[in-house]
């Protein structure tokens, strides 16, 4: 069972850059799909970035894209997802998932979680 860890949760300012990270208990370069998801009160988690050992490097939802980045630390067994000009939007718990697919073109089954992290995004 691979064990996950997210750190860097925190309250900010609309604006400001943060960076969250996720500590892995094995080896990620075995790991096909890696990704970062959230979940807001009241809403379905969904996924804003992950990054794939087979075809697609990366891929983000179009709430984040252009404004975050998710980078593989493979030999640090570490994720990272670096958020800048966040928004009151962005405020949910974000966990880290690992999975596999069968192919570049299906889609990722996650079966590894963290207990997540808490963003807060005020004015």
């Known amino acids: 069972q691979v064990q996950m860890s997210e750190f860097g949760g925190v309250s900010v300012r609309t604006g400001q850059d943060l960076t969250l990270a996720c500590r892995v208990s094995v080896y990620m370069g075995n790991l096909t799909c890696v990704a970062w998801f959230r979940q807001a009160a009241g809403t379905e988690r969904e996924k804003v970035a992950g990054?794939?050992?087979?075809?697609?490097?990366?891929d983000y939802a179009d709430s984040v894209q252009g404004r975050w980045t998710i980078a593989r630390l493979n030999r640090a067994k570490t994720v990272k997802l670096f958020m800048r000009r966040l928004k009151a939007e962005d405020t949910a718990m974000y966990f880290c998932?690992?999975?596999?697919?069968?192919?570049?073109?299906?889609?990722?089954?996650?079966?590894?979680w963290g207990q997540g992290t808490q963003v807060t995004v005020g004015s």
């Open positions: 998932a690992a999975g596999r697919r069968d192919g570049s073109d299906l889609p990722c089954t996650y079966t590894s």
């Open positions: 990054t794939y050992t087979d075809g697609h490097a990366t």
